[in-house]
Structure formats: structure tokens, C-alpha cells
């Protein structure tokens, strides 16, 4: 993960931010200008999120509970002031995207598989999303009547020729797409950590809760293939999590949701 000191704090922390930073040296770590993420170089270190009002709620709860299993880091402190601010303690290790992960790609393919079926496996009693399947379902269907459409980032494979065309197998399909599985939500490389080849601890979580496997496992596929920069392990992929949880027919109708944001 990236860091980059920052000489002088952003004039919009507020003064309950401030006060738990101390002295404690800040580093902006952020991926995304919608989500800005901070270091904060303090005992054995926090990362601070910073989001829209609201945005953040789902995260700080789903990574709560993901602690509670042992799969995430614990959440000192959400409240919205202006912004959503989330402060986690740091976890262990370095995300999959790290060369030394990506220099070996069929350990990393097998690593991720074995830990998602791990996580799907998951007891799931007391999760604060118990049908991420419906609040899936309805996103897909409002993008889709307000012309939300993008497949720039799915390969030919998964993609389709219009929205049309996408939509159609979705809605032929919906009704197959199940709510029985603890989610990550958006297993791709960057949110796996791993310490040494160990399993660290799951990251950006907000889209967690309990769904449908088969939407985790489009991912898994799709972050080798961007990661890696090749096809040649989506197969070893779903091999390694198990074949007998894995529908292909199912991955495609998921397939047609994603290019609906």
C-alpha cells in the first residue's frame, strides 16, 4: 500500500480527529478520489477512511462483524461529521497486489480460492446484512432503467453488446441468485491481506453480508485476470474453491449484473 507523508493536515479533519491523531505522523494512502484513505503512523498503526455522509455506515459495521470472526481488522472509531470518517487498526502484512504475491501466481490463484471457500464456509448468524441478494438485485434494476451501463472493465468473455442483451440474461436469471453465504462483497486482490503467505485479514467490506456466493467468485476471477494480466487461472480459480459450489451458468447472469455497476 502506498504512502505519502503529508507535512500538514488536511484543514477539513475534524478537531475529534485531531485529537486522536495527536502528533502521530499522517500518510495519505488513498486509491480512489471517492474514498480517501490516510496512515496514521500511531502504536501498531490505524488507517482512516473518509467518505460521503452515510457511505461509510455499512462498511463500519460489516468490518465490526468480519472482526468478531477473526477476518478484518477491529473499528475504533465511525462517526460522520461532514464526512463519514472510519478509523480500523492495522492489520498485518501487505495486500495481494504486492510483487512478492504476484511473482507467484499459481500459489496466489490457489491462495485466494482456498481462503474465499473458507470465508463462504463462514457461520454468518448475527451479520448486520442478511439479504445483500434483494439490495443486489435492486441496484442492478434501477441502473438499468436509469442507463447506469459499463463494461470497459470485463473482458470478452464476460462482457455483452448492449445493455439490452445484458439485462435480458440477468432477468432470466435473477431468480436463481440465492442468500446463503457470508459475502466479502468485492473480493478483488487489493482487499485480501496476507502476512507472508498467511491470511492477515479482509479490507473494504462494505459491500459484505449474506448473498450469493457466485458473486464473490466472479471477482476472485476477474482480479486475477486484471491483476495478472491473463485468463489462464479463472479455471485453477474456481478448481482450487471447489467445483461442486461453482455454476458457471450462474457466474454468467452475474456476469450481466456487474456491467450494472
Not at 15 to 26: N, P, Q, T, Y
Request: with cysteine.
Amino acid at each position: 500500500m502506498k504512502r505519502i507523508l503529508l507535512n500538514k493536515l488536511p484543514p477539513f479533519f475534524p478537531e475529534r480527529l485531531l485529537s486522536f491523531i495527536g502528533d502521530a505522523k499522517v500518510y495519505d494512502s488513498s486509491c480512489s478520489p471517492e474514498a480517501r484513505v490516510y496512515y496514521i503512523e500511531k502504536g501498531s498503526g490505524y488507517y482512516l477512511k473518509r467518505n460521503a455522509v452515510g457511505a461509510l455506515a455499512s462498511e463500519a459495521k460489516m468490518t465490526e462483524f468480519f472482526h468478531t470472526k477473526g477476518l478484518s481488522p477491529a473499528v475504533a472509531e465511525y462517526f460522520t461529521e461532514d464526512y463519514d470518517w472510519m478509523i480500523t487498526e492495522r492489520a498485518m502484512g501487505e495486500d495481494c497486489t504486492h510483487a512478492d504475491y504476484l511473482s507467484d501466481p499459481t500459489r496466489l490463484c490457489d491462495t485466494i480460492a482456498e481462503r474465499l471457500r473458507a470465508l463462504h464456509e463462514t457461520d454468518f448468524t448475527g451479520c448486520p446484512v442478511m439479504n445483500r441478494t434483494r439490495d443486489y438485485i435492486n441496484t442492478v434494476e434501477q441502473n438499468f432503467r436509469t442507463g447506469n451501463y459499463d463494461k470497459s472493465h470485463f473482458p470478452d468473455s464476460f462482457g455483452y453488446r448492449s445493455a439490452e442483451e445484458a439485462y435480458a440474461v440477468f432477468s432470466e436469471g435473477k431468480s436463481a441468485l440465492i442468500c446463503d453465504t457470508l459475502l466479502h462483497g468485492d473480493y478483488c486482490l487489493p482487499n485480501i491481506l496476507l502476512d507472508g503467505w498467511r491470511f492477515s485479514a479482509f479490507i473494504d467490506v462494505g459491500m459484505g453480508g449474506v448473498g450469493e456466493r457466485h458473486i464473490d467468485l466472479f471477482w476472485g476471477a476477474w482480479t486475477l485476470l486484471f491483476n495478472l494480466k491473463t485468463d489462464r487461472y479463472r479455471e485453477r480459480f474456481f478448481d482450487a474453491y471447489g467445483r461442486d459450489k461453482v455454476d458457471t451458468d450462474i457466474i454468467r447472469v452475474i456476469a450481466a449484473a456487474e456491467v450494472f455497476g
